[in-house]
């Protein structure tokens, strides 16, 4: 069995900007709360199977500390569970990029975070 890394590498995070133009330009979303999902599945070869990015509105949160914090808690949430998105993807040779944007004006407890995320994946595995 192959050994799994629960890491976030740099190559799993979308910094590039035409693909997160391409991604807000063409992407689909769904609301899967307090996270609103942006996806695009791509047929090019990337480095990573999933390229993510989190992105915390500055207008519900003034301070960076409290920003950081939600981005930390998402990003884990995703970290621990990525794999049950990349593994079928990965065996159906395909990509995706995937956007998480922070919808709501309060900082929810990280078991909420979970729920949404394992929520937001069980449906980005089913429309790739």
């Not at 990003?75 to 990509?95: F, G, M, Q, S």
Request: net charge positive.
């Amino acid at each position: 069995m192959e050994n799994k890394r629960y890491t976030l590498s740099k190559e799993e995070r979308l910094s590039w900007k035409r693909y997160i133009d391409l991604l807000f330009e063409k992407g689909q979303s769904f609301v899967a709360f307090p996270l609103r999902v942006v996806y695009l599945p791509l047929e090019e070869e990337m480095a990573a199977p999933v390229s993510i990015l989190i992105s915390v509105p500055k207008k519900k949160f003034k301070r960076a500390v409290k920003r950081n914090l939600i981005k930390r808690q998402v990003r884990e949430a995703y970290r621990v569970r990525k794999y049950d998105l990349i593994d079928p993807l990965t065996e159906k040779n395909k990509r995706m990029l995937v956007a998480f944007l922070y919808l709501d004006k309060e900082i929810h407890p990280f078991t909420d975070m979970e729920k949404a995320m394992t929520k937001a994946i069980k449906i980005l595995r089913d429309k790739e």
